[in-house]
């Protein structure tokens, strides 16, 4: 175990880095690109007329005809945009944090949603107990990692791309939270040295659907070297003497149910929100993760998750974003350092993360069977266990 005196000395760097990196992540290579096309926009407009200011559009237009057609984009960076829809959902979202919610979803039990039931489901998953130790990679606001600190008495730590989630985590919880992008752990020896065999168990909650792009979506390929370098970090964060060597992921699944036009339209709107493809059951981590873990279980919570949206408006699924001054400051800023923003708001009229539930998106029953016939996604939690 790294001692509490180097932790400490990692938190006050990690806390550095965050500063840097949220201000950094202001002008990030998507955000010069948008620049680039409204300057010359700007500049066509005033050489050849009111025509020419629709540049950009024509721009956006063209890179969503390559995008869609040939699954190439040569503008924007998919990666950089999860980034930014985190930051719009820290600054749209009311309690994003704490009062019971993660960013992710709650577990039914006893009739009701409940926290705390999801992590003690979790904790007897991987067999956690007092002592061991637990990273959470793309750990949001770090109620998981507290709760296994607190409650638990393990060691927590958390990777995340998101600085003001991780700044978050580290002031509010005292966490200590790598901000970093998971992939970058591969190449980059000196977080290897701090994070590799240092752990019993490994979570991916609800972020595995980010991993792979949406242009790499018929690259079945490129899905295969995305999903197994997530199990290979997974194997390299976990300890030799480790007792659990253990992960659990949550992770939405597309069904092969037929699509229609809608499900296109709602799908451009989800990608231009969240950024992301959702692997199907028989081509993701489930059937990949074999090389090196066993599968323990796998267990369908899709009503768990639909009903925590339908339950909880200030949930990120079917939120309703309450406007506010700051808020519409924000939105108005980000007018000039995002592309997307007209695509979120469009989201929010189409409900388009609703719509891939199927019939019935906004019932309260709680219904498994039913949810699996209608729903273009499933929402599976599944355990693993290394192999020796």
Not at 66 to 75: A, I
Not at 184 to 201: N, S, T, V
Not at 298 to 319: I, M, P, S
Request: include cysteine; charge should be neutral.
């Amino acid at each position: 175990m790294i001692k509490d005196a180097a932790v400490a000395s990692l938190d006050r760097a990690g806390a550095d880095n965050t500063r840097s990196d949220a201000l950094l992540n202001f002008a990030d290579r998507n955000t010069f690109i948008w620049w680039g096309l409204l300057l010359t926009s700007a500049g066509l407009a005033a050489a050849t007329g009111p025509w020419g200011g629709l540049f950009w559009l024509a721009a956006l237009a063209l890179d969503d005809a390559l995008f869609w057609g040939l699954g190439k984009t040569l503008l924007f960076d998919s990666e950089l945009r999860v980034r930014r829809t985190y930051q719009w959902i820290h600054a749209m979202y009311d309690g994003t944090a704490g009062a019971g919610r993660d960013l992710g979803f709650n577990l039914m039990a006893n009739g009701r949603l409940s926290q705390r039931a999801k992590f003690e489901h979790m904790a007897g998953q991987l067999g956690l107990k007092k002592g061991m130790a637990v990273c959470d990679v793309g750990c949001g606001y770090g109620d998981w990692l507290k709760y296994c600190r607190d409650e638990l008495g393990c060691t927590a730590v958390g990777v995340n791309v998101t600085p003001e989630q991780a700044e978050y985590a580290r002031r509010q919880h005292a966490l200590e939270v790598h901000t970093t992008n998971w992939k970058d752990i591969l190449e980059d020896p000196r977080l290897q040295e701090r994070l590799y065999g240092r752990f019993d168990a490994v979570t991916f909650m609800d972020t595995v659907e980010h991993y792979v792009g949406m242009e790499d979506r018929r690259d079945l390929a490129k899905q295969t070297e995305i999903y197994s370098d997530m199990c290979a970090l997974a194997a390299n964060l976990i300890a030799d003497a480790s007792p659990s060597r253990r992960v659990f992921i949550s992770c939405l699944h597309q069904t092969r149910k037929p699509r229609s036009w809608k499900f296109y339209w709602h799908a451009y709107f989800m990608d231009k929100m969240y950024s992301g493809h959702y692997p199907f059951v028989d081509e993701g981590p489930l059937a990949l993760c074999r090389t090196w873990f066993d599968v323990l279980n796998v267990a369908d919570k899709t009503e768990d998750y639909r009903l925590t949206g339908v339950e909880d408006r200030r949930h990120f699924q079917a939120v309703a974003v309450r406007p506010t001054p700051r808020k519409a400051a924000y939105a108005a800023l980000l007018l000039l350092l995002d592309p997307f923003v007209l695509h979120r708001f469009l989201y929010y009229a189409c409900d388009s993360w609703m719509y891939f539930y199927g019939d019935d998106a906004y019932s309260r029953e709680y219904d498994p069977e039913h949810r699996k016939r209608v729903s273009f996604v499933l929402l599976y939690w599944i355990t693993l266990e290394l192999k020796t």
